[in-house]
């Protein structure tokens, strides 16, 4: 296989051919970050020493699909200083908010660009 066709993924509904691009990069932050428009996978590990800002790109920069993992990687996400902040660039909203706040010990937030809105999946 070529280097694109491992990266892409084929699955048949009963009525079109459903392909995803599910590869990017994986990255381990531990504060305030902005996140690239390869990125797949944004691993948290808050030091204590505040909450932590994730900024999401605009979606219109994104092909229609893109998704986002973030994850709360020190397990302590319900501590203040600890919690993950999602802010979303623009006036792009996460299901109807500007900003939202991921506060569970290893909890992970998987976003979705629908190509018109983001979506939490």
């Known amino acids: 296989m070529d280097n694109?066709?491992?990266k892409l993924?084929?699955?048949r509904s009963s009525q079109n051919p459903i392909i995803y691009y599910n590869n990017g990069t994986i990255?381990?932050?531990n504060s305030n970050y902005n996140v690239g428009l390869?990125?797949?996978?944004?691993g948290v590990?808050?030091?204590g020493n505040g909450d932590i800002t994730i900024t999401i790109p605009l979606g219109e920069l994104l092909n229609k699909g893109k998704l986002f993992i973030i994850k709360d990687e020190s397990g302590k996400g319900s501590l203040n200083g600890y919690r993950i902040i999602i802010q979303?660039?623009?006036?792009?909203l996460l299901d109807g908010?500007?900003?939202t706040i991921v506060a569970l010990n290893n909890a992970a937030l998987q976003i979705l660009w629908t190509g018109?809105?983001?979506s939490i999946v």
Do not use: A, E, F, Q
């Open 38 to 42: 390869y990125d797949y996978y944004i």
């Open 97 to 99: 908010h500007s900003t």
């Open 9 to 11: 993924k084929c699955c």
């Open 116 to 118: 018109s809105r983001w």
């Open 45 to 47: 590990n808050s030091l």
């Open 88 to 92: 979303m660039s623009g006036s792009d």
């Open 4 to 6: 694109i066709s491992n």
């Open 27 to 29: 990255v381990n932050v």
